[in-house]
């Protein structure tokens, strides 16, 4: 079983930055690839950003050039960076790692005023 805990969400005003993290724990095999997607009231849930186990990134269109995705593979712990942040990012954040099956975090609130 493994289990995804996400943490550094907030509320933060246009223009500024959040870092959030994603601690990956339990049973884990082999990850295929980890990711971040998020949920805005009202929306599906979306891509937000993939990292593979290769190291190969690739962003939604919206944030590309805005937040980063790493991963330090040592904690098995994935990161966002979010810079330039802007009210439509304001979102529930979920971590997802995918091993022989997807699991999910309990999701990060990120709040973006204007």
Known sequence: QVQLVESGGGLVQAGGSLRLSCAASG???SINSMAWYRQA???ERELVA???SGGRTNYAISVKGRFTISREN???T???Q???LKPEDTA???CNLYSTRPYWGQGTQV???S
């Open 82 to 84: 979010m810079n330039s």
């Open 92 to 94: 529930v954040y979920y």
């Open 111 to 113: 709040t973006v005023s």
């Open 27 to 29: 049973t884990i095999s």
């Open 50 to 52: 993939v990292i593979t």
């Open 78 to 80: 994935l990161y966002l």
């Open 41 to 43: 009231p009202g929306k």
């Open 74 to 76: 040592a904690k098995n």
